[in-house]
């Protein structure tokens, strides 16, 4: 059971920067891929990155391609996702899911954190 705990959401204007950091509670979290997902308030949860167990490989949706960036570091049990140039269409709460699969589909997820709110304000 892999446990994550997402941090870092809050207020900001847009065009500015916010970088999201995912903790996982075991040292296995180098088995997992990791991904960030988000849903907006009245919508389906969307994929936004995922990274490959190594970091060796990424994904981005378009919308968020050349604004976001996915990373990780597995002797840290922890990854990030770095948001710069945000936009209000970006606000919704941030999720960070693990797979064991390479997927960037919310049904390939093995685990998922709570959430954590980013609100972009224009």
């Known amino acids: 059971q892999v446990q994550l705990v997402e941090s870092g959401g809050g207020l900001v204007q847009a065009g500015g920067s916010l970088r999201l950091s995912c903790a996982a509670s075991?040292?296995?979290?180098?088995?997992?891929?990791m991904a960030w997902f988000r849903q907006a308030p009245g919508k389906e949860r969307d994929f936004v990155a995922v990274?490959?167990?190594?970091?060796?490989?990424?994904r981005y949706a378009d919308s968020v391609k050349g604004r976001f960036t996915i990373s990780r570091d597995n002797a840290e049990n922890t990854g990030w996702l770095q948001m710069n140039s945000l936009k209000p269409e970006d606000t919704a709460v941030y999720y960070c899911?693990?797979?064991?699969?390479?997927?960037?589909?919310?049904?390939?997820?093995?685990?998922w954190g709570k959430g954590t709110l980013v609100t972009v304000s224009s």
């Open positions: 075991e040292r296995t979290f180098g088995d997992y891929a």
């Open positions: 899911a693990a797979a064991k699969s390479f997927s960037w589909s919310a049904i390939g997820m093995d685990y």
């Open positions: 990274i490959s167990w190594m970091g060796g490989d990424t």
